[in-house]
């Protein structure tokens, strides 16, 4: 990747907050661009969250780029396990371990689109 950007989370990820996550995504995509999304602190995510992220994944992969999560939190790790979804990003620990590419214990790297 030539560009990589990390957008930092905090409180809460729902319909009300969704907004500026979406345009700082929108912002970033680009052909061999990476995006590591740092959920450390983000309280709570729901659906309208979430298919934010799946979105924006899908639009980077179609680009030619990426996008991974950092530092999920119980909460938001748990909804993104009952949901499936951590099966579809790369998930590191922290953002350092992004940024030096460590996938998370126990966490394989999703394949394909």
Do not use: Q
Request: glycine share 10%.
């Amino acid at each position: 990747m030539d560009e990589t950007v990390v957008l930092a989370l905090t409180g809460e990820l729902d319909h009300d907050t969704a907004a500026p996550l979406k345009e700082a995504l929108a912002a970033h995509t680009g052909p061999r661009r990476r995006i590591v999304v740092d959920c450390a602190g983000l309280r709570f995510c729901d659906s309208t969250g979430l298919n934010v992220l799946l979105r924006a994944r899908l639009r980077m992969l179609d680009e030619g780029g990426r996008l991974d999560l950092a530092g999920l939190g119980p909460p938001v790790d748990r909804m993104f396990e009952i949901t499936g979804a951590l099966s579809v990003f790369r998930v590191y620990e922290n953002t350092a371990a992004a940024l030096a590419d460590c996938p998370a214990a126990g966490v394989p790297a999703p394949e394909g689109p």
